[in-house]
């Protein structure tokens, strides 16, 4: 039992939690600017292995860690444009066509590292972000390590969170998101251009996405392989819904996920011979199920979430 | 001396396919005047103003606009943003808001530039204020619009035009959705914004409001223009024939024959369901060969009583019997066998299907019987005879019985249902604000086609807001308030009225 407090009072605990939830930090920023916009994009578990595979190819090909950053949003917004054109401009279904950006992303995307790496058979190594070391600060004691020596990748998640909440509560623009998510109409009517902003909400919420793909390339691990994203994305898209499309609930949403997964893996190790470790890796899902039980029941979904607008028809 | 005309629309003319919806109409708008349009449904009032807006481009005509210096402007056809760019603001029937959304950020959508860091709404908050001095129209800048009433989101689109300095204002069925008492204040509003300068059209086809509040009135039928005159040289009969293109048929009353009593309700409870009144110790009964007409402003118990009776809400006590026969376990099912047909007060939502053809929702309250089904299998054929015969007896018109119901008009909807609902012969009939929304030939076939069940020796229970309508086809009135329903013991409406208020103890 000493043990298991023990966990909670150690700083690698915390620093793992917020190292394992930078990715999901990226993604339900992601999804959440799409949704907030009216647009599911179930694209999402394609575009993080879109921008996982780019970001690692660009700096391999020798661009540098923050070109390689551009290169994966870039490639996220080129794939929310295309869910964009599919379910904004011709009004196609947001499931079909998001599902359809996942398979086409995941595969484009191992298809090109074949293409590029026909005859590899161990990953070619990038050099990654390093953890950061700012005097004095990575050197407080328990603060240092868990938010003081973590990557740049990790800070650039959390000024995401600042500037999506400061962009939706603090601009006319966010204003403007929020209300095309709820009623086009009223958008419309204002002589605003529904399409124009869900466009760009998809877009950028994509090319977020791909972020969250890139930070396992570039800071978590320092190579590609298939199937690392092994369903984040999907965990993204439920933590919205938790998160109940608020920014700052999104990043505790995120956090507490990472918490999950990073007790397990200290479980594991301390329990792991006597309850078979597949319990353990099953435990932050179900634990992320109850906790959406609880709080989706009352989520308040944006009322025009899934419904394609068309000029000319009330 | 400035040119008295605001606002010309000329030769305004749109085709749909073989349909012409607007023919050539000519409208005058003057200086600080009311007009309003006046005309059944399909009559092409929102087709003209669709074409005055920018929203449809017409096939001819054009619209022409004069700024305070009086210099015209032709505005280019198809263009939303000319008519905006011309100050002219509109509040649609179906309210343009953003829900989760405040007030404020609602009037202000589309005012403030997108991209700008921060904002600034503290001159924005000076002008509502000063705004809501002058109109009267008062609501809560900071509450979510998703938490006001229907009147308070009215007044909030009202603002929004005024906010954006509108110098004509087109108002579509305002009153639709209000209660008499909303709809009075909304008119007053609206009279000190015209002693201001506003210039009003504004639509309905309501005539006692057309009355009471516009200076002119124009009457448009099937996409003409069939009159135009000052309001206090219109007579009533005259409008509307101008309206329907002949005299309108108002059924007689004659005073029905009440015969054995079919339902009766004794001392029934019901809980407050979904932030509506339940019902406090309900007591009626109700015979065949009467109509009992419910008065009272919605939203006093209305919902849980239409419920009880249709089988959705349970009582908590008390005992419901349907021909002496005790409803232990009421449902809906149970209900529509014991012989109850419902004309639900949603007819989009509750009515109809709306996916499912017109022929398959004429049958959809009667699956089981063998001439739509035999042993699980639908008979088509049966079924397309049964709609050829109903569509052709209840005159209901659309694009054909395999048509999707939701394409069918609102007037044709409510024909539907009560092709539905009378065709298996009730006891009794629910008709739940069975002509709200419904133009007037429409509505006299809904009256007709009750009287009609009536004399044939089913019981009507008519739940009505609108007390001409109660007064037109009641044989007994009762008024419901804060859950309970009592007897009105006169015709009267100041009496009527009072109780609708809860001014006598029940």
Known sequence: MMDFVNIFLSDSFWAASLRIATPLIFGVLGALLCERSGVLNLGIEGIFVVGAMTGWMAVWLGMGLWGGIVVAALSGALFGLFHGILTVIFGLSQHVSGLGITLFGTSAASFAYRTALPQVSSPPRIEPFRALDIPILSDLPFIGPVLFQQTAMTWLALFMVALVWWVMEKTALGVAIKAVGDNPDAVNAQGLSVIKLRMGSVIAGSALMALGGAFLTMSAFDAFFFGMVNGRGWICIALVIFASWQPGKALMGALLFGMFDALQVRLQTQAGAVIPGQIFLMAPYVLSIIALVIVARKADYPRALLTPWFKGQR | ?506
């Open chain 2, 1 to 506: 001396m400035t040119n008295p005309l605001i606002l010309s629309l000329r030769g305004m003319t749109k085709r749909f396919g073989s349909v012409v919806a607007s023919d050539a109409i000519d409208l005058d708008l003057q200086r600080g005047e009311v007009l309003a349009l006046l005309g059944e449904n399909g009559a092409g009032k929102t087709t003209l103003m669709n074409m005055l807006f920018g929203q449809y481009t017409p096939d001819a005509g054009t619209v022409h606009v004069w700024d305070d210096t009086d210099h015209e402007t032709v505005l280019p056809a198809g263009q939303p943003q000319a008519a905006i760019d011309a100050r002219i603001g509109m509040v649609h029937q179906h309210f343009t808001l953003a829900e989760n959304l405040s007030v404020l950020d609602n009037i202000l959508l589309g005012a403030e530039p997108l991209f700008r860091l921060g904002r600034h709404t503290r001159d924005a908050r000076e002008k509502l204020t000063r705004l809501m001095d002058d109109s009267g129209l008062i609501a809560p800048l900071d509450t979510r619009v998703g938490d006001l009433t229907v009147g308070e989101r009215q007044r909030v689109e009202i603002l929004k035009a005024l906010y954006r300095d509108v110098r004509i204002l087109v108002l579509d069925e305002p009153t639709a959705v209000l209660t008499p008492q909303e709809a009075d204040t909304m008119f007053a509003s609206m009279r000190a914004m015209v002693d201001r300068g506003l210039s009003v059209i504004f639509i309905s086809h309501k005539l006692h409001e057309v009355q009471a509040f516009s200076d002119r009135i124009a009457v448009l039928r099937h996409g003409r223009k069939t009159g135009e005159m000052a309001t206090k040289d219109a007579d009533t009969g005259s409008i509307i024939r101008m309206m329907v293109g002949e005299d309108l048929e108002v059924p007689p009353r004659v005073a029905g024959v009440p015969k054995k009593p079919i339902l009766e309700l004794k001392d029934i409870h019901t809980l407050n369901a979904g932030g509506g009144q339940g019902l406090s110790g309900l007591n009626l009964t109700v015979h065949g060969g009467e109509i009992v007409g419910i008065a009272g402003i919605s939203g006093n118990g209305q919902s849980a009583f239409a419920g009880l009776v249709s089988g959705l809400v349970q009582p908590q006590s008390g005992a419901i019997s349907v021909n002496g026969k005790a409803m232990l376990k009421p449902s809906p099912k149970a209900m529509l066998d014991a012989g109850i047909g419902r004309i639900p007060e949603d007819r989009h939502h509750d009515g109809i299907v709306s996916a499912m053809s017109v022929a398959e929702n004429l049958v959809i309250e009667r699956l089981d019987a063998p001439d739509v089904q035999t042993r699980g299998f639908l008979r088509k054929s049966q079924i397309a005879e049964n709609a050829q015969d109903l569509t052709q007896k209840y005159d209901v018109r659309g694009p054909g019985i395999e048509a999707r119901s939701a394409l069918l008009s609102g007037g044709n909807i409510q024909k539907l249902i009560l092709a539905r609902v009378l065709e298996t012969d009730p006891d009794l009939i629910l008709a739940n604000q069975p002509t709200r929304g419904l133009d007037f030939k429409a509505a006299s076939e809904v009256s007709r086609r009750l009287f009609e069940a009536r004399d044939r020796g089913a019981g009507v229970i008519l739940i009505s807001e609108d007390l001409d309508e109660v007064l037109a086809l009641a044989d007994r009135i009762l008024v419901m308030h804060n859950g309970h329903l009592v007897e009105a013991d006169s015709r009267d409406r100041t009496v009527i009225g009072l109780m609708m208020a809860g001014g006598r103890a029940a």
